[in-house]
């Protein structure tokens, strides 16, 4: 297991970014089948061989890819992705998400800015897109809070089991 990325939160504890293991499923497991975790993404909610899927898939990562688990003091409560979408251009896309228990307390913020520093400084990333579905206002402010500016509605961007769903562009450039 290879931690990529920490933060020290003011109380002391740890949260911190770092590769999956074949140990982690039953916590994925634990978000990842949750409907309330999954009500604005285009996955789930996960039976456990969909759970398995996707940490054998996150352990395999591409080059310009981290899948990686999001962990506080250790105890996996989610995960976060920072992806290359064109190495030409420089830009790529992030995304995230934590078990519900885990909610409100600003670690998505934190996440998100992990993933964005991984971006810009390990991948070479210029511009990094993040989307939301409208209707998700905490991940809006989480991207609003994580410096992303508002580009955007995509309509019918995503296609979900109740049909085609819009999603909200943000970007961030590694100048702001």
């Known amino acids: 297991m290879k931690q990529i990325m920490e933060h020290r939160l003011h109380d002391g ?42 940490i054998n898939e996150a352990r395999a990562s591409a080059a310009g890819a981290f899948n990686l688990a999001a962990t506080l003091d250790s105890e996996v409560i989610g995960a976060g992705a920072v992806w290359t979408t064109s190495e030409q251009h420089a830009s790529g896309e992030l995304g995230y998400v934590l078990n519900s228990r885990h909610w409100g307390r600003g670690y998505a913020t934190i ?14 990333l210029q511009r990094t897109e993040a989307t939301c579905a409208p209707e998700n206002t905490a991940s809006r402010r989480v991207l609003e809070k994580s410096g992303f500016s508002y580009e955007g509605l995509l309509r019918g961007h995503q296609r979900t089991a109740s049909g085609r769903r819009d999603s909200l562009l943000y970007a961030r450039l590694s100048s702001d």
């Open 111 to 124: 996440v998100a800015g992990m993933l964005l520093d991984l971006g810009f400084a390990t991948v070479g």
């Open 13 to 54: 504890t740890r949260l911190a970014l770092r590769s999956f293991t074949q140990q982690d499923v039953d916590t994925v497991h634990a978000y990842a089948a949750d409907p309330l975790v999954c009500r604005y993404v285009d996955w789930g909610p996960n039976f456990r061989s969909g759970s398995e899927a996707f």
